[in-house]
């Protein structure tokens, strides 16, 4: 048997005591469960959602709950799940009766009957999701821990209460939400149960794409993401999503020559990258920043591999990848792409020597995200070689110098043409067409390689001289 514990100083919120005095009011038991329990164990900080459930009817005890406050609040109830959710305070609360449920093959959707807390502990998914507070004042903050999922949380492992093959058929979302779970928290996931998501892999199918995604995005943004991307590549999961990505890992060899892994190379620049930001997009830039390698690699005989065009085409694929996971098709997908796109135009400026042209050109193109860009960039050097690491990392510091005095001088960043359609127009006296905008393009030309500075009256005269070369004349001014 476990250790007895009692928790009651984690339900110090005036909310608890509420829930107690109504549930003893109702005769029902009710206990705090799941995350709340497991993360205040853990000292993951203050929870914003709480689970309650009431062995009983759930939603009676929310409703008495919401009397009993003074603000009332409005419960909202999901008669078909036999829950119930309010909020207090900044928190949602779910309420839910203890239950049984058995699974059919074919559907995550279980078959529901009332149950004991033991029946509703044992269809979490994990021990350490299965503790529960009990909230009467009868036993105020015992810790009902049944599969000691307490001493999991001290391990640090992942377990499932029962079966884990019979828990990762039943509800195939749970293969996902361990290794979930496995990256955020830094656990591991116990050698039974990582079998099971190999053998079970397949059964994955039933699962919605939307809730999929939750889950990979919580493990993008863990703080190590290979982590959990490692842990989905090996029980075959990973293929099943992401089979662009997986289709980067192997080293070819022809003729003695060899090119680098791509796949473990992109899950290193996913940790670099998140060194750097929490900004779910770029990881996902990261994550996709190579996959145009695998279907533009080619063996020369003179110069080994190579994977022209790759940034191209991975762009072309983000849009297909997007699309399939039911991702957004919005800015979101146009940024990545973008990403992708560019992702070897720093490392081209840093191998040349820096030139003021190359690096407003790059600036040009990049907008807004030029920051982002040379985040992406600086995360992609994962060379072992010490000399050449540094050597990189001094080019990107002084393409960023560079980057600054160019953009201080020509503000190319946001670029607004210095002249206007209309003033060329009006200067020439002629009407939209071809020319304008010629003239237009050859004066952004000029100032992103360096011939004229970014300026109206220096942009002014080349507009002149351009006229004069297509054969226009200025018009009298009326
Ligand atoms: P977080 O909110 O940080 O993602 P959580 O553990 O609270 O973690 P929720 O998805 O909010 O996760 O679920 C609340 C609780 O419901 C879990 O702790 C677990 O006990 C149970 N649970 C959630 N999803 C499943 C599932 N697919 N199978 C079994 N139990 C589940
Ligand atoms: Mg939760």
Known sequence: MPKYHNYSKALHHKIFSVISRAADELEVE???????????????????????????????????????LPHKPKVQVFQNFGTAM???????????????????????????????????????????????????????????????????????????PLDPDITYSDDPLR???????????????????LSAIKRNNKRIKIISKERIMDELHKILLSDQPSKGLALLFKTGLLAKILPELTALQGIDEVEGQTHKDNFWHTL??????????????????????????????????????????????GAKMVFKLFKRLRLPLNEKMKFVQKMVLMSSRPIAVADDHVTDSAVRRLIFDAGDHIEDLMTLCEADITTKNPKRFRKYHNNFQLVRQKMEEVEERDHVRNFQPPV???????????????????????????????DIPNEHDAARDFMLKMGEKLGLSVAEKS
Not at 51 to 64: M, N, Y
Not at 420 to 442: L, W
Request: net charge negative; aromatic share 8%; charged share 30%.
């Open 175 to 193: 293969m996902y939400r361990a290794i979930r779970f496995a990256s955020q928290l830094n656990f591991m996931i116990e050698a039974e149960s």
């Open 30 to 68: 009710a206990y705090v469960i799941g995350g709340f329990v497991r993360d205040h164990i853990l000292e993951r900080g203050e929870p914003k959602d709480i689970d309650i459930v009431a062995v009983g009817s759930g939603i009676e005890l929310a409703r008495k709950v919401s009397d009993l």
């Open 86 to 160: 309010l909020r207090a305070n900044d928190m949602e609360i779910e309420f839910v009766g203890a239950r049984k449920e058995s699974y059919r093959k074919d559907s995550r959707k279980p078959i529901v009957e009332n149950g004991t807390l033991e029946d509703d502990q044992n269809r979490r998914d994990f021990t350490i999701n299965a503790l529960a507070l009990k909230l009467n004042e009868n036993g105020f903050g015992d810790l009902l821990d049944p599969f000691n999922g307490y001493q999991d949380l001290q391990d640090k492992v992942i377990r499932t």
């Open 268 to 313: 290193e620049v996913v940790d670099n990258i998140s060194r750097n930001t929490d900004d779910l997009w770029l990881r996902w830039a990261a994550l996709l920043h190579d996959i145009g390698k695998a279907p533009t690699k080619k063996f020369h005989k003179k110069i080994g591999w190579t994977f022209h065009g790759h940034e191209f085409v």
């Open 420 to 450: 206007s359609g209309e003033e060329i127009m009006s200067t020439f006296g002629i009407t939209p067409s071809r020319e304008v905008g010629q003239i237009k393009d050859a004066i952004k030309e000029a100032i992103l390689e360096g």
